[in-house]
């Protein structure tokens, strides 16, 4: 199976900072892996993915981090904005159980101060 | 235009009621899902179809029956609503089966059982 974990639940930074959020994972088989953003009352929304045969991609402002050797995930956000404000989700493709779902980590509320 | 959309947006019901909400995606995506999400932000896969057929049925109990017309719907009905059936409903769709690409999610069916 696969649990997914996040280390802190909530992450209060400065407008203009960067911020780090970060997610543990179980399985070392767990080769697909999401980042998703949910803002209050609307639906998880892709940010960004990341294979296991990378260990680094970038997008706009974000860049996902994986660790295979110690089964870790991060969300980086460059230059925080309000609008950044929101839940955080990382989400791992499952291979025991049902295989192949996505499991979900426990999210991780961002508040940017202006 | 919404790609992924359900209806109704809130559902407020008394226990022991049957209840239905609907999801359509006009990604032209063959696998669709449906997720429930616990006031903590728990984010968990409930059932999952693929190009109409079932693929994933968790752990739910059989109140819950998925329903999919064709690839573009997949329903759900919920019989004898029960308090602990209180979340935040939310259906996704992807491209293809459950291999490496993002789910794109509505924006939530928030029901509240009297």
């Known amino acids: 199976g696969e649990s997914v974990g996040l280390h802190l639940p909530t992450l209060s930074v400065q407008e203009g900072d960067n911020s780090i959020i970060n997610c543990a994972y179980s399985n070392s088989a767990s080769d697909y892996f999401i980042w998703y953003k949910q803002e209050s009352g609307k639906g998880p929304q892709f940010i960004i993915d990341?294979?296991?045969?990378?260990d680094k991609r970038q997008g706009q402002r974000v860049t996902v981090l994986l660790n295979k050797t110690v089964k870790h995930l991060s969300l980086q956000i460059a230059a925080t904005q309000p609008g950044d404000s929101a839940v955080y989700f990382c989400a791992v493709k499952n291979y025991g159980g049902s295989q192949g779902n996505l499991i979900f980590g426990k999210g991780t509320k961002l508040s940017v101060k202006p | 235009d919404t790609a992924v959309s359900q209806t109704p947006k809130y559902l407020v019901t008394q226990m022991g009621n049957d209840k239905s909400i609907k999801c359509e995606q006009n990604?032209?995506?063959?696998?669709m899902y449906w997720y429930k999400q616990d006031s903590k932000k728990f984010l968990k896969i409930m059932f999952s179809?693929?190009?109409?057929?079932?693929?994933i049925n968790e752990t739910v109990p059989n109140r819950f029956s998925p329903k999919s017309p064709d690839k573009a719907h997949l329903n759900l009905h919920i019989n004898s609503l029960e308090l602990g059936d209180s979340a935040v409903y939310f259906c996704?769709?992807?491209?293809?089966?459950?291999?490496?690409?993002?789910?794109?999610f509505g924006d939530g069916t928030r029901l509240s059982i009297l």
């Open positions: 996704a769709s992807s491209p293809q089966g459950i291999g490496n690409q993002p789910q794109h």
């Open positions: 990604l032209g995506h063959d696998t």
């Open positions: 990341i294979r296991s045969n990378m």
């Open positions: 179809y693929n190009n109409k057929e079932l693929i």
